[in-house]
């Protein structure tokens, strides 16, 4: 019998709130996106001197990937190699290469060098979680949920991976959006498909 695709676990992180599996578990009056991420972090009490080092990007990204993945124990379910990571975004790193050439101007920044690509961020989250299966970064101008779906269901299908944790995480600006899924093939959760995905995008503008 063919394994059934589901989501477990989903994250949406955008302007100012945070829903974790479609419940409201943070909001903050801070519209900034550095003041916003720094509330988060410190609302969800994690320890994690190196976050102080990342970038908006990475933060956001860490941030989501922390509350999808930070109670599941990963690696006594899976091994490390069966993991994979699969993400979208439309700016790339453009808003720390913005930063980085402002610094430029006057002396350039190492600390905000390293950051200037979007993989870093799947780096930070396989470093954190211990991953070592597939991972990606897609750039694209717009969310696509049948995009999403039609990769991630042919790594599970094809045995490349056993789960994964995939969706878009994008920040230029004021402007941020997470929203990351636990996909797995546990036959519980919700359906993998488009429309789902859609919907779980789209569930902070109730």
């Known amino acids: 019998m063919e394994d059934k695709i589901t989501i477990t676990h989903t994250c949406l992180i955008e302007q100012g ?5 479609g419940q409201e578990i943070y909001s ?19 320890k994690y001197p190196k976050f102080y080092k990342m970038d908006n990007l990475s933060k956001l990204g860490f941030l989501a990937g922390e509350m999808v993945l930070g109670n599941l124990s990963l690696t ?20 720390t290469d ?7 101007k006057e002396m350039a920044s190492p600390a905000l060098f390293v950051y200037t690509l979007p993989n870093i961020l799947i780096g930070e989250l396989c470093i954190r979680h211990k ?3 597939e991972n990606l970064f897609f750039i694209q101008e717009k969310f696509n949920a049948s995009d999403l779906h039609h990769y991630v269901e042919y790594l599970l299908h094809e045995n490349i991976t056993q789960a994964c944790l995939c969706g ?4 230029f600006g004021d402007q941020y959006k997470a929203c990351l899924m636990w996909v797995e093939k546990k036959g519980e959760g919700q359906p993998f498909s488009p429309d789902t995905i859609n919907k779980i995008y789209n569930q902070g503008n109730g």
Request: proline share 0%; with cysteine.
């Open 131 to 133: 991953i070592n299966g």
């Open 168 to 171: 878009w995480v994008d920040c």
């Open 98 to 104: 913005v930063r980085y050439f402002n610094t430029v």
């Open 28 to 46: 903050a009056a801070a519209k900034d996106t550095d003041g916003f991420l720094l509330s988060l972090y410190q609302h969800l009490g994690i």
């Open 76 to 95: 006594n379910t899976y091994k490390s190699e069966d993991i994979s990571i699969v993400l979208y975004n439309a700016n790339s790193s453009l808003d």
């Open 17 to 21: 709130k945070a829903i974790l599996n």
